[in-house]
C-alpha cells in the first residue's frame, strides 16, 4: 500500500506517520508539506510544497498511490470565516481534487473533529465549514472517510503545535485514565486514529461496505482495535 500524508507534522499527522512506517503493509509514504518533517527512513519520501493548494507542480508525483491521510488543519479561534474557510474548506479540496482525478481507487482519510454540521446550517462556524468540506469530499470519486475525534491523547511523542492545546494536554494528562473510564467513547489517541485509518485503507471495497463514512470516536477507537 502507498500512502500519501498531509499535515505529517502536526500532532495527529506525526502519529499518522509513525504507524505508516511502523505497518509492513505500507510500502510507500510520501509526505507532503510546507516544510520539511526532518524524518529519515527508507519508506519516506518528502515533496516541500510552499503553497499545498497548489499541486500542478507536482502532479507527476501523485500517481499510484491507494491512501491520502489528510491531517492538516488549523483552529478556528481568532479567525474570521473567510480566514477558516481557506484553509479548512478550499485547500482541502484543492488537494482532494486532483489526487481523486489521479487515483481512482483513493482511499481519503480526512480529519474533521466531533461536532461538525454536515447540515451546514448550525450556528458554530468552525462547524459549518467542516460540515461543508466533509459533504463535498463524500461527493468526489473516491472511497472517503471523515473521521471525527474528540478529544485525542497524543502517544510516543506527537506534540500539537497549538499551544493551548498543548496545556490542555499538560493539564489533563494526568486525568486520562479516569476519563477513559467515564466517558470511553469521547476519548482517542493519536495512534488509534492512525490505526483506524489503516484499517480502512487496507480493507477492499467489499469488505468495507460495513464501515461507516463518518467515524465517530467509538467507531475509530474499534477500527484501531480490529487492526492485525
Known amino acids: 500500500m502507498n500512502v500519501i500524508i498531509f499535515g505529517?507534522?502536526?500532532?495527529?499527522?506525526?502519529?499518522?506517520?509513525?504507524?505508516?512506517?511502523?505497518?509492513?503493509?505500507?510500502?510507500?509514504?510520501?509526505?507532503?508539506?510546507?516544510?520539511?518533517?526532518?524524518?529519515?527512513?527508507?519508506?519516506l519520501r518528502e515533496l516541500v510544497q510552499p503553497d499545498p493548494s497548489d499541486l500542478s507542480a507536482i502532479a507527476a508525483e501523485?500517481?499510484?498511490?491507494?491512501?491520502?491521510?489528510?491531517?492538516?488543519?488549523?483552529s478556528a479561534a481568532g479567525m474570521t470565516e473567510d480566514a477558516y474557510?481557506?484553509?479548512?474548506?478550499?485547500?482541502?479540496?484543492?488537494?482532494?481534487?486532483?489526487?481523486?482525478?489521479?487515483?481512482?481507487?483513493?482511499?481519503?482519510?480526512?480529519?474533521?473533529?466531533?461536532?461538525?454540521?454536515?447540515?451546514?446550517?448550525?450556528?458554530?462556524?468552525?462547524?459549518?465549514?467542516?460540515?461543508?468540506?466533509?459533504?463535498?469530499?463524500?461527493?468526489?470519486?473516491?472511497?472517503?472517510?471523515?473521521?471525527?475525534?474528540?478529544?485525542?491523547?497524543?502517544?510516543?511523542?506527537a506534540v500539537s503545535k497549538t499551544r493551548s492545546y498543548r496545556i490542555i494536554y499538560t493539564v489533563f494528562g494526568p486525568l486520562l485514565p479516569l476519563l477513559r473510564r467515564l466517558a470511553p467513547n469521547r476519548i482517542t489517541s493519536t495512534e488509534q486514529v492512525a490505526?483506524?485509518?489503516?484499517?480502512?485503507?487496507?480493507?477492499?471495497?467489499a469488505d468495507s461496505t460495513g464501515t461507516p463514512h463518518i467515524l465517530d470516536p467509538a467507531a475509530i477507537n474499534r477500527l484501531a482495535a480490529n487492526l492485525p
Open 8 to 43: 505529517a507534522s502536526g500532532m495527529v499527522g506525526q502519529g499518522v506517520l509513525r504507524e505508516c512506517l511502523l505497518d509492513d503493509r505500507v510500502s510507500r509514504v510520501l509526505v507532503v508539506g510546507r516544510t520539511a518533517i526532518g524524518v529519515e527512513h527508507p519508506k
Open 85 to 157: 474557510r481557506a484553509i479548512t474548506y478550499d485547500l482541502t479540496l484543492a488537494v482532494a481534487r486532483p489526487l481523486a482525478e489521479a487515483n481512482p481507487e483513493l482511499v481519503f482519510c480526512y480529519v474533521s473533529g466531533a461536532g461538525t454540521d454536515s447540515s451546514e446550517q448550525g450556528r458554530a462556524m468552525w462547524a459549518r465549514v467542516k460540515g461543508r468540506t466533509e459533504n463535498d469530499l463524500l461527493k468526489l470519486p473516491f472511497r472517503a472517510y471523515m473521521f471525527r475525534p474528540a478529544f485525542i491523547q497524543p502517544l510516543h511523542g
Open 62 to 74: 501523485l500517481t499510484d498511490y491507494n491512501a491520502c491521510f489528510f491531517c492538516l488543519g488549523v
Open 195 to 205: 490505526r483506524a485509518m489503516l484499517a480502512v485503507a487496507s480493507a477492499s471495497p
